[in-house]
């Protein structure tokens, strides 16, 4: 069992920076990639970054190319994303996810439960 907790959101102006975490529980979230989406209102949840288990492979959604960077510290259970150049369109609740497949290729899948993300023009 892993349990998500993201932090970080907040209200900043269009242009700011904010640095999102999550942070988890469970001694093997290293084995974990990991993902952060967003759902804005009226609109469904999409995605916005994905980092692997080992760090080496990171994929960012074409919007927040060159803007966001998804990081993570096994060694402090936690994935961060750093938001800089804020647009009023990423106003949204952002929320971590994390995918595992054990040897048995039982799917785990885990979710938090969200931050609030609010960018002012």
């Known amino acids: 069992q892993v349990q998500l907790v993201e932090s970080g959101g907040g209200l900043v102006q269009a242009g700011g920076s904010l640095r999102l975490s999550c942070a988890a529980s469970?001694?093997?979230?290293?084995?974990?990639?990991v993902s952060w989406y967003r759902q804005a209102p009226g609109k469904e949840r999409e995605f916005v970054a994905a980092i692997s288990r080992g760090s080496s492979s990171t994929t960012y959604a074409d919007s927040v190319k060159g803007r966001f960077t998804i990081s993570r510290d096994n060694a402090k259970n936690t994935v961060y994303l750093q938001m800089n150049s804020l647009k009023p369109e990423d106003t949204a609740i952002y929320f971590c996810?994390?995918?595992?497949?054990?040897?048995?290729?039982?799917?785990?899948?885990?979710w938090g439960q969200g931050t609030q993300v609010t960018v002012s023009s």
């Open positions: 996810n994390a995918k595992y497949t054990d040897v048995f290729r039982i799917p785990y899948d885990y």
């Open positions: 469970g001694r093997t979230f290293s084995s974990y990639d």
